[in-house]
């Protein structure tokens, strides 16, 4: 029996400090479900004492998810572990997860603290967090800039108050493979106590290496990797779980150890983080890129024709690549909807949140014929989306464009039941409806992106919008769905607005809290 590599996924906690992917809480709950389908053994649902947010948020998940372990990560600070602990309490396996800076520039200068008050810190933690739960992790924040001995001082000093996972953190993604990898062995020899706990890593692809570091530590006897669908997280982001995933699956020859996910779900979770976040997936992304079993070259084509394995190491279906199913359509009823919402992993709150879907669900039927699994998540998406904190309502949109004319747009919105009218011209009629919009919300914010995804193929398909607006240092994704992508852009504009007319005030777990 080789041993078993557990898969820990932070997409709905560091996969959410990427600038602009904060989730709701329902839509932590929609993306919790599908890793546990896709049966990850750990799920990090959030930071609970950011906020009350945030609290809410792990709360729901554990609440929601029986078969994976539920974590809640927490400084090693008194109050963040009571919050973890609180926030985990109806979790049916509960793992708190704490952690405390260990490298020089770090303790020097963000947390002033010398090493043994660090040590101390951790120590009290972990012990803190043992009365919640016996399932305990820590992490020496910054350890691919630490010094090893020291790491060895305080891993060893937690294992000893009960950590039970010890995770090392490439936090700033400077680690280089070999030397990395060199570094989980070297610790796993020299901390005497070390078979009491299992090894961790947790990489940042800073310079493109997550994965590959990722890789290398488990090579040297990691037995945990930290990963997030799509790669999401804190700036470059995290390594990537469906190419860990896959790279440990495909090489079996080389990882002496084995994985428990189901891969056929890999595809399905990432269209999903993807369509909640707004964060596209390039099309040569490795796994779960539109192009990543495309084979363009006529040569490649006969020869995958003649025996796949000429060019191909893995088969799409395998990670869930299916050709667009039509799932339903203008004739199917309300059953056959709520089912393959259920398929989906979709459950409504109540008879009146049904009705609503399947009203929306109805009128896209009515303009387009066949409705695919990604036509219904963008349905549920943009109802939640909504129904949450909408202060702007789009009431009409009506856009005029003919060659040789300047574009122009009429809109009314209704703010706060009040119904205001704008008008502007602009390059095309997008540019024209977003200003239009703005000429009455004001709220002077940049848009740092824009972009649009066809859901499915066929020139009927719902277009995906997302929109990135900035205003004072805050960021904000805005999406909408429709067959008219001027529409769409529109609603993908307000959902933004919306966004940024709560305040919404939330820590960032790596800021030093005041002990
Ligand atoms: O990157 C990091 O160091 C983290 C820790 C909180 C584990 O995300
Ligand atoms: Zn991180």
């Excluded at 043994?116 to 120590?123: N, T, W």
């Amino acid at each position: 029996m080789s041993d078993k590599l557990f898969i820990f996924d932070t997409t709905l906690r560091d996969g959410e400090q990427s600038p602009g992917a904060s989730m709701t809480r329902d839509e932590k709950v929609r993306i919790a479900r599908a890793l546990e389908r896709m049966k990850v053994d750990i799920i990090e649902a959030g930071f609970p004492a950011a906020s009350p947010g945030d609290f809410e948020g792990v709360q729901a998940v554990a609440r929601a998810i029986k078969d994976s372990v539920v974590c809640g990560l927490a400084r090693a600070l008194d109050r963040d572990i009571d919050r973890a602990g609180e926030a985990l309490k109806e979790a049916r396996q509960a793992r708190i997860h704490t952690f405390i800076a260990t490298s020089p520039i770090h303790m020097q200068r963000k947390l002033r603290m010398t090493p043994e008050q660090v040590i101390e810190h951790a120590v009290r933690a972990v012990t803190r967090a043992r009365k919640y739960t016996d399932d305990v992790e820590f992490s020496p924040e910054d350890a691919g800039r630490s010094d090893e001995d020291f790491l060895c001082r305080i891993l060893a000093a937690v294992i000893e108050a009960g950590a039970t996972t010890l995770n090392i953190p490439d936090t700033v993604g400077y680690s280089l493979p070999e030397s990395f990898g060199a570094t989980i062995r070297r610790l796993r020899e020299r901390i005497p106590n070390a078979d009491r706990a299992i090894f961790s890593v947790h990489c940042h692809n800073d310079l493109g290496l997550a994965v590959a570091n990722s890789l290398s530590a488990v090579l040297n006897g990691a037995r945990q990797v930290e990963c997030t669908i799509n790669g999401l997280g804190e700036r470059a982001g995290n390594a990537a779980l469906e190419e860990i995933v896959m790279a440990v699956r495909t090489r079996k020859d080389v990882f002496p150890c084995h994985i428990d996910i189901d891969t056929r779900e890999i595809v399905a979770c990432s269209k999903l983080v993807s369509n909640i976040t707004g964060f596209p997936v390039q099309p040569n992304k490795a796994i779960v890129g539109a192009n990543a079993f495309a084979h363009e070259s006529g040569i490649h084509q006969d020869g995958v024709l003649k025996h796949r394995e000429t060019y191909e190491i893995m088969r799409a279906e395998d990670v869930g690549w299916t050709a667009n199913r039509m799932v339903l359509g203008k004739h199917s009823g309300r059953n056959a909807f709520k089912t393959r919402m259920q398929e989906l992993g979709i459950e409504f709150a109540s008879e009146a949140e049904l009705n609503d879907a399947f009203q929306r669900f109805k009128d896209l039927a009515d303009k387009k014929h066949e409705i695919f699994d990604e036509d219904l998540q963008a349905l549920i998406t943009e109802a939640g989306a909504e129904a949450e904190d909408e202060r702007v309502k789009l009431v009409s949109l009506k856009v005029c464009a003919e060659t040789g004319e300047m574009p122009s747009a009429r809109v009314i919105l209704k703010i706060e039941n009040e119904e205001v009218i704008g008008t502007a011209q602009g390059g095309g009629v997008v540019d024209a409806s977003l200003k239009a919009i703005e000429s009455v919300v004001g709220t002077q914010a940049h848009l740092l992106l824009y972009s649009v995804n066809s859901i499915t193929t066929g020139t009927d398909a719902q277009g995906e919008v997302t929109v990135r607006l900035e205003k004072g240092g805050r960021i904000v994704n805005g999406q909408g769905a429709d067959t008219d992508i001027v529409i769409a852009s529109a609603k993908a504009y307000i959902n933004a607005v919306n966004k940024l007319l709560i305040s919404r005030q939330r820590m960032h777990p790596q800021v030093a809290g005041d002990v």
